[in-house]
């Protein structure tokens, strides 16, 4: 049997934690939630308050470092070909314009709000490199985010251990419901990406929607 994300834990600790925080912040999908992972491993990986206090600096700094390093890979040339490929500009996204409308040039508020946010983590590390934001003020905004996002579930996996048996069951079953249901949302998500790529020509959709069926 391949082992579980409890054996990987009780195994290796919160370095195991940090790499699939880092790996998953570089936009690489583990599979695995964050919120929930993090929470498992305040009460499986960490025994004692200075021990949290430790997996909290690690889990930060692990989380810093994929962060940054997508976000100055998609600076410059990088955000205009993943522009290109997307067919939209990422930085001109509600959030990202009502943030630097609202607080002009703090740019770091913006992204310490969004980082803290799970579905705008991502697509606000990439706007940031995208409009080019000082790597300072992104870090003022990153920080903080990486330190309470990372920490909170820890802290309180730590502090209410008993009560994270039954979110460790009810994951056992998410996580079989999503290996049926991702790959169709995968492939739903590739046709309709493919079909507006090609505007409105009718074969295209024709061909589309007989897929989906």
């Known amino acids: 049997m391949s082992p579980t994300v409890l054996d990987l834990l009780q195994r290796y600790g919160v370095p195991f934690v940090a790499l699939v925080i880092c790996v998953g912040e570089l936009g690489v999908p583990t599979g695995v939630?964050?919120?929930?992972?993090?929470?498992?491993?305040?009460?499986?990986?960490?025994?004692?308050?200075?021990?949290?206090?430790?997996?909290?600096?690690?889990?930060?700094?692990?989380?810093?470092?994929?962060?940054?390093?997508?976000?100055?890979?998609?600076?410059?040339?990088?955000?205009?070909?993943?522009?290109?490929?997307?067919?939209?500009?990422?930085?001109?996204?509600?959030?990202?314009?009502?943030?630097?409308?609202?607080?002009?040039?703090?740019?770091?508020v913006w992204i310490v709000l969004g980082r803290l946010l799970p579905i705008m983590r991502m697509p606000v590390t990439i706007s940031a490199g995208v409009l080019g934001v000082p790597l300072r003020q992104f870090w003022l905004g990153a920080v903080p985010a990486a330190v309470v996002g990372g920490g909170a579930p820890l802290v309180v996996g730590y502090f209410f251990r008993a009560d994270v048996g039954?979110?460790?069951?009810?994951?056992?079953?998410?996580?079989?419901?999503?290996?049926?249901?991702?790959?169709?949302?995968?492939?739903?998500?590739?046709?309709?990406?493919?079909?507006?790529?090609?505007?409105a020509e009718g074969r295209r959709r024709r061909a589309g929607i007989g897929l989906g069926a």
């Open 33 to 108: 939630p964050t919120e929930i992972l993090l929470l498992l491993a305040g009460s499986y990986a960490v025994h004692s308050p200075p021990g949290v206090a430790v997996a909290v600096v690690v889990v930060a700094i692990a989380d810093l470092i994929g962060t940054t390093t997508l976000n100055r890979a998609v600076e410059g040339r990088g955000g205009r070909l993943l522009t290109r490929f997307l067919h939209r500009d990422l930085a001109e996204s509600r959030f990202v314009v009502w943030g630097r409308r609202r607080f002009g040039g703090h740019d770091w």
């Open 166 to 199: 039954r979110i460790e069951a009810r994951y056992g079953q998410v996580s079989r419901l999503l290996l049926l249901v991702l790959p169709v949302i995968g492939v739903a998500g590739a046709v309709s990406w493919w079909v507006r790529r090609g505007g």
